[in-house]
């Protein structure tokens, strides 16, 4: 299996500075969160009475750091955040941030929680970063390459070639915010695939990207949850649908592979519970 990768040093100027720039937020978020972890203080609850969706000073801190740079480096891009919402912008570009995503596993004390960053023209996200501060890992994709940045080692992310669901890993976070027929499409997957994992947010699209897994299906995905994902897996050569197996939105329903065959075996069970989902998102 080859991939078409593009160098960084290939890309233009202006892509560059925006790849830069978002490693600058990954370091400014890895700053406030890092020291946090396992040290979160109180926790909020977003939800009151209706629900659990918790909140912590490194959700809230991370992000201000991060507009705060974007503010002075980027003025006309728009920023769309977890915590603190949209501001307009006037360039086309839209910046997308979820300082810690996976707040319940941050608030158990289980590095599975990551930040999202993530640089969209338009609707289509062009740059991804996935940082996982607590394992010194970052994962950053882009039009037509990704790497991992994994304890001073840099490497070319490439999905495994696996074509088939039956030799498939599978993951999802959470099976039981599913709908009763999106964990019906789900269970179908699960008994196909032949192992699946649980409870991992964001770090199982990285763990696609660098070739150990090969399939997570989510829903009740809000933008910020999804926009730093699509470049990674499809900077690693991997696919990135709704549940359709149409090209990937920006939420709420996503599938990504490793491959376009596990793709379309994952679709068939898929694409029943397609569509019609709100995005509700989730930490």
Same mark, same amino acid.
């Given at each position: ?79 769309? !955040?977890?915590?603190? &919402? ?5 360039? %086309?570009? /839209?910046?997308? =941030?979820?300082?810690?995503?996976? +707040? #319940? ?35 950053? !994709?882009?039009?037509? &390459? ?5 304890? %001073?080692? /840099?490497?070319? =992310?490439?999905?495994?070639?696996? +074509? #088939? ?119």
């Amino acid at each position: 299996m080859s991939i078409s990768f593009t160098p960084i040093s290939e890309l233009t100027k202006d892509f560059q500075d925006r790849l830069k720039l978002a490693e600058r937020l990954g370091d400014a978020a890895r700053a406030i969160t890092l020291p946090l972890f396992r040290n979160h203080g109180l926790t909020d609850n977003k939800l009151g009475d209706a629900g659990f969706d918790p909140v912590t000073k490194a959700d809230r801190d991370a992000e201000e750091a991060m507009r705060e740079i974007l503010d002075k480096e980027a003025p006309d891009d728009a920023v769309n !955040g977890e915590e603190f &919402g949209l501001k307009d912008g006037t360039s %086309g570009w /839209t910046w997308y =941030l979820d300082p810690v995503d996976g +707040t #319940r596993a941050f608030i158990a004390g289980l590095p599975s929680w990551t930040t999202l960053i993530a640089c969209a023209l338009g609707d289509t996200p062009e740059i991804g970063l996935i940082d996982q501060p607590w394992l010194d890992e970052r994962y950053v !994709g882009w039009t037509r &390459g990704a790497v991992s940045h994994i304890r %001073g080692e /840099t490497r070319q =992310l490439t999905v495994d070639p696996e +074509t #088939r669901l039956t030799n498939a890993i599978l993951s999802t976070t959470d099976p039981f915010i599913l709908t009763p027929s999106e964990r019906g499409a789900f269970e179908h997957l699960r008994q196909t695939a032949r192992l699946t994992r649980y409870g991992l947010d964001a770090y199982a699209y990285a763990r696609v990207a660098a070739g150990d897994m090969h399939i997570v299906t989510e829903t009740s995905l809000q933008p910020h949850d999804v926009g730093a994902l699509i470049p990674v897996i499809r900077g690693a050569g991997g696919v990135a649908c709704d549940w359709s197996g149409q090209p990937a939105k920006l939420g709420p329903q996503l599938v990504c592979a490793a491959t376009q065959e596990i793709m379309d075996q994952a679709v068939v069970s898929l694409r029943r519970s397609a569509g019609g989902r709100s995005r509700i998102g989730l930490d």
